[in-house]
C-alpha cells in the first residue's frame, strides 16, 4: 500500500538528500489556488535548496511518497477529500480513498519510506478546551514514537502551547530550538517558552539525530523553526482573533478533525488574508531548513 516515486526512490537508496511534505496543507489547510501554489513553491524551494522533495497523500488507496504535480493538483481541487491521521490509514487503503495525510499519517509513510526529514508548518497539540474535549493531536503520540525529524513553527497558535510542550516532555520527544531558545508560536513567532535546547547549524542538529540513532532512541525530535521576522505577526492580534475564532467553532458545533481546518479559515478570512500569507511564508522557511539539515545528515554518509 506504500507506493514511492521512482526519483525519490533513487534520491534515497543514492543517499541524497530527502525533505518529506505532508498534503493536508493542500486538502485541509488552504484554500484553492492558493493551496495549489503553495505546494509547488515549497517543492521548488527544496530543489533550490538541493534536496529532493516527496510530497506525501493517498489517492485511491494508495500512501503515495513523492506526489507527481498531476496528484497535487487534484488534490488541491477535488471535492470531499479525506483527512487521513495514522489512525485512518488502513481504513483509506481498504475502501480505497483519496486525501490528505497529516503530520501522524506523514510521518508513519516517510519512516517506512525511508526518509528523514519531514518539514510542515506546525504540529497539531493540546486543544485549549481539552479540560473539557480530551482533544489531544494524534501527531504528538506520532512524535513519542516515530523516530524521524520534523521542522516545524511550533505548534499551531490555536492550541494551547504550555500543555502542548509538557506533553511532548511526558513522551520523551526531543524539542530544538532552531536558532531560537522558545518555542515558535507559530504566527508570532515568540511564545515566551523556554526550550532546554538549541542549535545554531544544521551540522550541529544532524550530530543530535546521529546520536539519537546511534542510541536506538525511537522518538521524533521535534525542531522549533521561528518564522521570517519580516512575517510575523502581532501577538495580540493574532490571540483577539483565535478567541473569535473558538467562540464561533462552540457556536456551531465543530468538533474533532473539522476544528483545526475551520479556524485556520476564519482566521484567514478575519485577518485579510494575513495569516494565510504567514503561513506560506513559514512553510517555505520550515522546508528550507529541512533541506539544510537532510544536507548535513547526508554528507556525513557519503
Do not use: W
Not at 538541493?50 to 494508495?62: C, D, E, F, K, L
Not at 542510541?215 to 490571540?239: C, D, S
Amino acid at each position: 500500500m506504500l507506493q514511492i516515486a521512482p526519483h525519490v526512490k533513487e534520491a534515497i537508496e543514492t543517499l541524497k538528500p530527502v525533505v518529506a511534505l505532508e498534503s493536508t496543507i493542500i486538502t485541509h489547510g488552504m484554500p484553492y489556488p492558493a493551496n495549489l501554489h503553495t505546494a509547488l513553491e515549497v517543492e521548488q524551494v527544496i530543489k533550490e535548496a538541493g534536496a529532493v522533495p516527496a510530497t506525501i497523500g493517498v489517492i485511491n488507496g494508495i500512501i503515495k511518497v513523492g506526489l507527481s504535480e498531476e496528484e497535487i493538483t487534484y488534490l488541491s481541487q477535488a471535492k470531499d477529500l479525506h483527512k487521513i491521521s495514522l489512525k485512518d490509514l488502513s481504513v483509506a487503503a481498504a475502501k480505497k480513498l483519496s486525501g490528505g495525510t497529516t503530520v501522524s499519517a506523514t510521518m508513519f509513510a516517510s519512516y517506512k519510506a525511508g526518509i528523514q526529514v519531514f518539514a510542515t508548518g506546525g504540529i497539531g497539540g493540546v486543544h485549549r478546551d481539552a479540560r473539557e474535549s480530551f482533544d489531544v493531536s494524534t501527531d504528538l503520540e506520532a512524535l513519542g514514537s516515530i523516530p524521524i525529524t520534523v521542522v516545524c513553527a511550533g505548534a499551531k497558535a490555536i492550541l494551547d502551547l504550555p500543555a502542548t510542550l509538557e506533553y511532548l516532555e511526558t513522551k520523551g520527544v526531543l524539542v530544538v530550538g532552531y536558532k531560537t531558545d522558545e518555542f515558535p508560536a507559530f504566527y508570532y513567532g515568540r511564545s515566551g517558552l523556554k526550550l532546554e535546547h538549541s542549535v545554531t547549524t544544521p551540522g550541529e542538529l544532524a550530530q543530535v539525530i546521529r546520536e539519537r540513532d546511534a542510541l536506538e532512541i525511537n522518538k521524533a525530535i521535534l525542531v522549533g523553526n521561528p518564522p521570517p521576522e519580516n512575517m510575523a505577526l502581532e501577538k495580540e492580534k493574532v490571540e483577539k482573533l483565535i478567541e473569535a475564532a473558538l467562540h464561533e467553532a462552540k457556536a456551531q458545533n465543530i468538533k474533532g478533525k473539522d476544528v483545526t481546518p475551520f479556524l485556520l479559515d476564519y482566521l484567514a478570512k478575519n485577518s485579510q488574508g494575513e495569516t494565510l500569507e504567514t503561513n506560506i511564508a513559514l512553510v517555505k522557511n520550515n522546508a528550507y531548513v529541512g533541506s539544510l539539515i537532510a544536507k548535513a545528515l547526508m554528507a556525513a554518509k557519503i
